[in-house]
T-cell receptor, first 108, second 115 residues
C-alpha cells in the first residue's frame, strides 16, 4: 500500500521561531492535507491541497503541494505556545492515508 | 453546529471480551469513517460508509471487527473478541464529500485499553 514518511518525528523550538515539517510518499498523490491533533481530541483540518505546486496559507501556516506530487511541506511562522500538538500529513487518491505525525513542543 | 459525537470516551476491558463504540456524525454528512489510532501513530482507516452502504472496508479485521450504519446516520463499531493489540483510540469522522478526499471532521475518539 501507499507509504507516507513524515519528518521530523518531533521538534522542540523556542517561541517565535519558524517551523518546517514535511511528508513524502512512494506514490503520486492527487491530494495532500495537514491536520493538527491536540491531546484527547480528534485531528482538525488545517490546510487542504489539490494541485501540484499549490501553495496555501492559513494564518501563520503555509503548506505546499510538491511539484513531483510525492511530497508536501508545512511551515509555521512565528510559533506561539498554542501551536503545541501533533501535526499529521494525509495524502492519497480517494483513499487517504495518514503519516505518523510530527510532535511539536514550543518553549515560552 | 454540533460536531461528531462519540461514546464512550474511555473503555477498559480484558482480552477476549467484546466492546462497542457509537458515533453520531455531523447532521447532513453522508459519509462516515472509523479510524484506529494506535499510540504514537497516525490514524488508520478501518471502514468508510456512504449513507448506509460500505464503500471501503479493506483494512477492517473482519474476523473480530464489525461495523454498521443501518439508517445512514449513526454508526456502531464492535470488536469481539478483543486482543491486546486492539488497544487504541477509535476515531469517528464524517464528511459531506462522497469520495475520501481527506477533508474530515473528527470526533474526540473512544480510547480502548485491553488488559
Amino acid at each position: 500500500g501507499q507509504q507516507l514518511n513524515q519528518s521530523p518525528q518531533s521538534m522542540f523550538i523556542q517561541e517565535g521561531e519558524d517551523v518546517s515539517m514535511n511528508c513524502t510518499s512512494s506514490s503520486i498523490f492527487n491530494t495532500w492535507l495537514w491536520y493538527k491533533q491536540d491531546p484527547g481530541e480528534g485531528p482538525v483540518l488545517l490546510i487542504a491541497l489539490y494541485k501540484a505546486g499549490e501553495l496555501t496559507s492559513n494564518g501563520r501556516l503555509t503548506a505546499q503541494f510538491g511539484i513531483t506530487r510525492k511530497d508536501s511541506f508545512l511551515n509555521i511562522s512565528a510559533s506561539i505556545p498554542s501551536d503545541v500538538g501533533i501535526y499529521f500529513c494525509a495524502g492519497g487518491n480517494n483513499d487517504m492515508r495518514f503519516g505518523a505525525g510530527t510532535r511539536l513542543t514550543v518553549k515560552p | 453546529e454540533a460536531g461528531v459525537a462519540q461514546s464512550p470516551r474511555y473503555k477498559i476491558i480484558e482480552k477476549r471480551q467484546s466492546v462497542a463504540f457509537w458515533c453520531n456524525p455531523i447532521s447532513g454528512h453522508a459519509t462516515l469513517y472509523w479510524y484506529q489510532q494506535i499510540l504514537g501513530q497516525g490514524p488508520k482507516l478501518l471502514i468508510q460508509f456512504q449513507n448506509n452502504g460500505v464503500v471501503d472496508d479493506s483494512q477492517l479485521p473482519k474476523d473480530r471487527f464489525s461495523a454498521e450504519r443501518l439508517k445512514g446516520v449513526d454508526s456502531t463499531l464492535k470488536i469481539q473478541p478483543a486482543k491486546l493489540e486492539d488497544s487504541a483510540v477509535y476515531l469517528c469522522a464524517s464528511s459531506t464529500r462522497q469520495q475520501n478526499t481527506g477533508e474530515l471532521f473528527f470526533g474526540e475518539g473512544s480510547r480502548l485499553t485491553v488488559l
